[in-house]
């Protein structure tokens, strides 16, 4: 007898990188797919070093039931981190999530009727998509360029649709790479305020940029220069992209209300984040440990990031038209049809599979109109000679199509 599944799973469809992923196993690939830190950019002996002094000093409390808002310790912390980037928040102003993404899906079991309407940016997060469209929602996307949203096409769409809330990812996002300007984060703080709209501001990339200087503020450290906007501010922080992603830390920052709410809603999923995760990571942070911890991902990925752009231009040429990423994990790319070569992504995925390397087709980051012609290649886990030797393959694919 076919079980008598809940509705709403006819909304989403499983994960096309998931899917994809069964494809590399194959002997010799090279993947730029996935979305993951390298496991080389791992702090070991720092993670050691603070799992070990969680035990020693508060051994019962890391090993026992927690608070369902956080471990006190690593709220402390997590709050002069944020501090560290300009966003001046109160422990107890945040709740420690398991990564980011519970956040967003708190967000969506506490925000989301079906039918509701929700703007997101188009192309962004897969898993948003996936989870947003679980509770229900009509995904409006709103489009972007190298400077993140465009902040006309935004203010229309809020007008016209009175959306719950605007999901965006300001700061090098996945999978665009695209930041957002100063200027146009403004804007949106404004309309936020004009329109009495929800913005969510989704930031596991922000701290990992390239170059000496930071990026710009993020929403929550520009709310105070808009009176009224950080009352109309979510902001999901994680520590996965830049300490570890096994030990599942995230946070959200927001209105009193909506932490409540979320806080009750993950009193049903998990009860708490796992304690002796956040002790570990309270310890790390207290060591101090975070800034060179920082500065060698930066530099490393910062690396990677400028010998796959000469790749690029080098092996595909004006086949591929992209934005040198000035920070995050991947390049977003189009391909132009220049020279009778391939525009449809899906298909020069599969010419590049049997080439032996891997990217991600753009279509599936859409919630609507998807732009076939677009690829996500991450830089992350492959060092400058394996970045060289598939971009050379990439291109035997292209010449193959």
Known sequence: MPLPFADRLNNVETSAIRELFKLLGKPGIVSFAGGFPDPAMFDIEGIKAASSQALN?????????????????????????????GVAVKPEGLIVTTGSQQA??????TMIDPGDKVIVEGPTFLATIQCFRLYGAELISAPIDAHGV???????LIAEHRPKFV?????????????????RRQQVLEMAVRHQTLIVEDDPYGDLYFGEAPPLPSLMALADSVPGSRDLLVHCGSLSKVLAPGLRIGWMIGPHELLARATMCKQFSDAHTSTFAQATA?????????????????????????????????????????????????????????????????????????QLVAFV???????????????????????VAKIQEGMGRLGNALRAC
């Open 104 to 109: 967003l899906d708190l967000i969506g079991k």
């Open 57 to 85: 000093e508060e051994p019962g409390g890391a090993l026992q039931y927690g608070a369902t808002e956080g471990y006190g310790p690593l709220r402390e912390q997590l709050s002069a981190f944020m501090a560290s980037k």
């Open 150 to 156: 465009k902040t006309d096409a935004l203010e229309q």
């Open 282 to 354: 309270a310890q790390y942070l207290l060591a101090g440990r975070m800034p060179a911890t920082l500065a060698h991902v930066r530099q490393v990925y910062g690396q990677r990031a400028a010998a796959m752009g000469e790749a690029l231009k080098r092996e595909l040429g004006d086949a591929v038209a992209f934005e040198q990423p000035q920070g995050g994990l991947f390049f977003w790319a189009r391909l132009t049809g220049e020279g009778g070569k391939a525009q449809d992504a899906g298909e020069f995925a599969k010419r590049a599979i049997e």
């Open 361 to 383: 087709p753009g279509a599936p980051f859409y919630a609507a109109n998807p732009d076939r012609a677009t690829f996500r290649l991450s830089f992350a886990t492959a060092d």
């Open 167 to 183: 999901y965006l990812i300001p700061t090098f996002g996945n999978p665009s790479g695209a930041l957002l300007s100063r200027a």
